[in-house]
């Protein structure tokens, strides 16, 4: 199983804190953000993580080498100084993460969510007629209308009184097909999400445990007031 970790934003929201050091690096419980990530995904099996890079990339090398310490291998798809947003980096990462479903897993992210629910005998887990599954959390304050809907498993964008909207975590599993037809360069995944619901080939799940977008400042330090450190 092979697992794709986003790190290579600029995080213009968390500055000052990120003009020097790269937002997976901020420390969370006593450590960089980005180890919680690392040894979740080792905790479920995986072995071999992908981790893209642009804003302050070799911090990143430096911290973390070839993952030998977290019982991983890691390999760096680097964007150089401009980041290719999200739809753009997972598809330049794309040789690097194989022909089968991946996971995907933002790096700026904090949760206790368990990858493992995501797999089933050494694979991720992803129905043949889906060509992505994401999972979706309760939206929170700073998101409240969320993102997307979810009817008997299919992702959705309704709207509207009595629909219930969801969340994008920012954790799913993707097979390389969901890119087909792109081209390189920078370009957003919400388009690409789009297409897939409307092909109805975009399965989604919830999860209403432990789950925050580690976006501002305030938010690390409300987050790092509320857990202990270990």
């Not at 964008?157 to 037809?181: D, K, L, M, N, W």
Request: include cysteine; charged fraction near 20%; proline fraction near 7%.
């Amino acid at each position: 199983m092979k697992a794709m970790i986003l790190a290579a934003g600029r995080g213009e929201r968390m500055r000052p804190l990120t003009d020097a050091l790269p937002k997976p690096l901020l420390a969370v419980r006593g450590r960089p953000l980005i180890s919680h990530h690392l040894a979740a995904l080792a905790r479920a099996g995986v072995r071999d993580v992908v981790i893209n890079l642009a804003w302050l990339g070799q911090r990143i090398r430096e911290a973390l080498g070839d993952g030998s310490a977290f019982g991983l291998r890691i390999e760096y798809s680097d964007e150089g100084a401009v980041a290719f947003e999200t739809g753009g980096g997972i598809f330049r990462a794309l040789p690097l993460l194989g022909d089968a479903p991946f996971l995907v897993v933002n790096g700026d992210i904090w949760t206790d969510f368990d990858p493992a629910t995501l797999a089933a005998g050494g694979r991720w887990r992803l129905a043949p007629d889906a060509d992505a599954e994401l999972v979706l959390v309760p939206n929170p304050p700073q998101h409240p209308r969320g993102d997307f809907t979810l009817d008997a498993g299919l992702v959705g964008e309704g709207s509207g009184e009595g629909i219930v909207r969801y969340t994008y975590s920012g954790i799913g599993v993707y097979h390389p097909q969901f890119f087909a037809g792109c081209e390189a360069g920078r370009f957003p995944l919400l388009p690409l999400l789009r297409r897939a619901i409307a092909a109805g080939r975009l399965r989604g799940r919830t999860y209403t445990g432990e789950w925050q977008d580690i976006g501002t400042p305030e938010r690390l330090a409300a987050l790092n007031a509320a857990i202990p450190v270990t």
